[in-house]
Nanobody, 126 residues
């Protein structure tokens, strides 16, 4: 059983930055690709970014390129999402997800991931 725990969310002002973390409690973390999704109130879950098991490749939603950076530290079993120049429309619950394999054809598809964290709330005030 893979357990994923997100942290780092909070209330920030527009223009600020945040670094979200996702800690995985299993030793297969380094063999799994990871991703961040987000879900705003009343909206469907939205893909943000994905990263290959060894960090060798990343994939971003077009709308997320430039302000979002996904990274991982396999020695620490931790996934990160750095977000800069935050906007009120970035307000959402941010989730990390895990799957075996890395395929950009399905990386943005939530059903391709078999494990999810509980999410961390990010609220951006204007």
């Amino acid at each position: 059983q893979v357990q994923l725990v997100e942290s780092g969310g909070g209330l920030v002002q527009a223009g600020g930055s945040l670094k979200l973390s996702c800690a995985a409690s299993e030793r297969t973390f380094s063999s799994r690709s990871m991703a961040w999704f987000r879900q705003a109130p009343g909206k469907v879950r939205e893909f943000v970014a994905a990263i290959m098991w060894n960090g060798g490749a990343t994939y971003y939603a077009d709308s997320m390129k430039g302000r979002f950076t996904i990274s991982r530290d396999n020695a620490a079993n931790t996934l990160y999402l750095q977000v800069k120049s935050l906007k009120p429309e970035d307000t959402a619950v941010y989730y990390c997800a895990s799957r075996f394999g890395f395929d950009t054809r399905v990386a943005a598809t939530s059903t391709a991931y078999d494990y999810w964290g509980q999410g961390t709330q990010v609220t951006v005030s204007s």
